[in-house]
T-cell receptor, first 116, second 118 residues
Framework: GNSVTQMEGPVTLSEEAFLTINCTYTATGYPSLFWYVQYPGEGLQLLLKATKADDKGSNKGFEATYRKETTSFHLEKGSVQVSDSAVYFCALRRRNYGGSQGNLIFGKGTKLSVKP | EADIYQTPRYLVIGTGKKITLECSQTMGHDKMYWYQQDPGMELHLIHYSYGVNSTEKGDLSSESTVSRIRTEHFPLTLESARPSHTSQYLC?????????????????FGNGTRLTVT
C-alpha cells in the first residue's frame, strides 16, 4: 500500500539552526511528493512539491529533493526563524487516478518549535 | 489569502444535536475534501468529491455525511453529535478551473472548524 513516514516530533531548535525533517514513502509507480505547513490556528498550506525523481522543490528557504533510490523527500532549511514554528506534513499522491487513489496521503506531521 | 472558507470557526454543542459545517471555495475547483485532524495532528480523509453530485467516503469511516449540489459548496453534516466527534475538521479543494481533473494541482485548505461536543 501507499504510506508516508516522517520523523516524530516535536523538534525544538534555536534560531538560525539547520533543520532537517526526514520523510520516506512507500508507493507503487511514481508518486508526486509534497510538503505542507500548518501554522497555529490555521489550515495547511502547500510549502513545496516535486513531481519526478531528482526534482528539487524549494520555497521560503526550504528545500526537498525527490530521491527515488532511497524513497525519500527530506525537508531542509539552512537557518530557521521563530516564524517557522509550525507543523510540517509530508504527503504523496499516486499517479493512477480513480477512486481514492488520486487523493493525498499525509504523514503524521512533525511539530517544529524555534526558540529565539 | 484564503479562497476557501469554513464556518463556523469554533463550535461547542451538546450531544444529540444536528450540525452542519460549511465549506465554500471561490476558485472553481472541481475536487473537494474533508479531513478530520485529531489532537495528535494526524489527518484522516473522511469524504471527497470530484464534482457536482459526486461524493465518496474517505479512508477513515465517519458518521458524517456530505453533499455537493454546487461546485463551490461542500457542507458536512452530523445528524446526532457525540463527544467522540470532537475534533478539528479541515476542508480542502483542488483542480484547475476549466481543465477537468488535474493530477498535480495542490490542495488549498480552509482554516478549519474546531468542534467540541459536550
Amino acid at each position: 500500500g501507499n504510506s508516508v513516514t516522517q520523523m516524530e516530533g516535536p523538534v525544538t531548535l534555536s534560531e538560525e539552526a539547520f533543520l532537517t525533517i526526514n520523510c520516506t514513502y512507500t508507493a507503487t509507480g511514481y508518486p508526486s511528493l509534497f510538503w505542507y505547513v500548518q501554522y497555529p490556528g490555521e489550515g495547511l498550506q502547500l510549502l513545496l512539491k516535486a513531481t519526478k525523481a531528482d526534482d528539487k522543490g524549494s520555497n521560503k528557504g526550504f528545500e526537498a529533493t525527490y530521491r527515488k533510490e532511497t524513497t525519500s523527500f527530506h525537508l531542509e532549511k539552512g537557518s530557521v526563524q521563530v516564524s517557522d514554528s509550525a507543523v510540517y506534513f509530508c504527503a504523496l499522491r499516486r499517479r493512477n487516478y480513480g477512486g481514492s487513489q488520486g487523493n493525498l496521503i499525509f504523514g503524521k506531521g512533525t511539530k517544529l518549535s524555534v526558540k529565539p | 489569502e484564503a479562497d476557501i472558507y469554513q464556518t463556523p470557526r469554533y463550535l461547542v454543542i451538546g450531544t444529540g444535536k444536528k450540525i452542519t459545517l460549511e465549506c465554500s471555495q471561490t476558485m472553481g475547483h472541481d475536487k473537494m475534501y474533508w479531513y478530520q485532524q485529531d489532537p495528535g495532528m494526524e489527518l484522516h480523509l473522511i469524504h471527497y468529491s470530484y464534482g457536482v453530485n459526486s461524493t465518496e467516503k474517505g479512508d477513515l469511516s465517519s458518521e458524517s455525511t456530505v453533499s455537493r449540489i454546487r461546485t463551490e459548496h461542500f457542507p458536512l453534516t452530523l445528524e446526532s453529535a457525540r463527544p467522540s466527534h470532537t475534533s478539528q475538521y479541515l476542508c480542502a479543494s483542488s483542480g484547475v478551473p476549466g481543465q477537468g481533473r488535474s493530477y498535480n494541482s495542490p490542495l488549498h485548505f480552509g482554516n478549519g472548524t474546531r468542534l467540541t461536543v459536550t
